[in-house]
């Protein structure tokens, strides 16, 4: 079945760092990838819509500036924390479907194992 | 807009059935998922049902929906400890360029 794989699974870094998260499809190509951000004990909230060439799409209060996606293939979605802070911690999870081209349009959408960001 | 909820909890004894409810208010809701999270992981895809089906089952696990009234429910039958999670109820008008809409979670306890 469908794949995604999301790197890495865990980060532990210094308040002001620059960190990257990848969001790969393994056996299927994505030109839509979707990034979550869950706190502690609630759910999943949408952050952005990440578009294969083109610029992404991101929900209301969440700075574009600050959280940057590239969705430079179609098998790969990346997305970046700027100048992370403590506020920044979170678990972040990336989904995509293989439902994309309207070839498989039942096709659900399928969850990497999550990126728990821990900024010092 | 879009909103899903479900209760926060459930507990239940090793060997009885589950059963999680949800509901949702968008009518154009095409695709609808259950998710399993277990602590510190990603979400497991446990099953789905499309709008135009009443049930489906897999295993131990069957999906009603009841489309008039806009409700899901995931029961678990004979229900063992590696159950405990937390479940989430999603749904979407297009599982391939829309993204999911989650309720909060329900935590559901197996107790031995």
């Known amino acids: 079945g469908a794949v995604v794989s999301q790197h890495p699974s865990w980060v532990i870094c210094k308040s002001g760092t620059s960190v990257k998260i990848e969001c790969r499809s393994l056996d299927f190509q994505a030109t839509t990838m979707f990034w979550y951000r869950q706190f502690p004990k609630q759910s999943l909230m949408l952050m952005a819509t990440?578009?294969?060439?083109?610029?992404?799409?991101?929900e209301q209060g969440v700075e574009k500036d600050k959280f940057l996606i590239n969705h430079a293939s179609l098998t790969l979605s990346t997305l970046t924390v700027t100048s992370a802070h403590p506020e920044d911690s979170s678990f972040y999870i990336c989904?995509?479907?293989?439902?994309?081209?309207?070839?498989?349009?039942?096709?659900?959408?399928?969850f990497g194992d999550g990126t728990r960001l821990s900024i010092l | 807009g879009e909103d899903v909820e479900q209760s926060l909890f459930l507990s239940v004894r090793e060997g009885d059935s589950s059963v999680i409810n949800c509901t949702y208010t968008d009518s154009s809701s095409t695709y609808l998922y259950w998710y399993k999270q277990e602590p510190g992981a990603g979400l497991q895809l446990l099953t789905y049902i499309f709008s135009n089906m009443d049930m489906k089952q897999d295993q131990r696990l069957t999906v009603l929906l009841n489309k008039k009234d806009k409700h899901l429910s995931l029961r678990i039958a004979d229900t063992q400890t590696g159950d405990s999670a937390i479940y989430f109820c999603?749904?979407?008008?297009?599982?391939?360029?829309?993204?999911?809409?989650f309720g909060s979670g329900t935590r559901l306890q197996v107790q031995p």
């Open positions: 999603a749904e979407t008008s297009d599982t391939g360029r829309r993204a999911l809409t």
């Open positions: 990440s578009n294969e060439g083109s610029k992404a799409t991101y």
């Open positions: 989904s995509a479907s293989d439902a994309g081209r309207g070839e498989n349009s039942n096709q659900p959408q399928h």
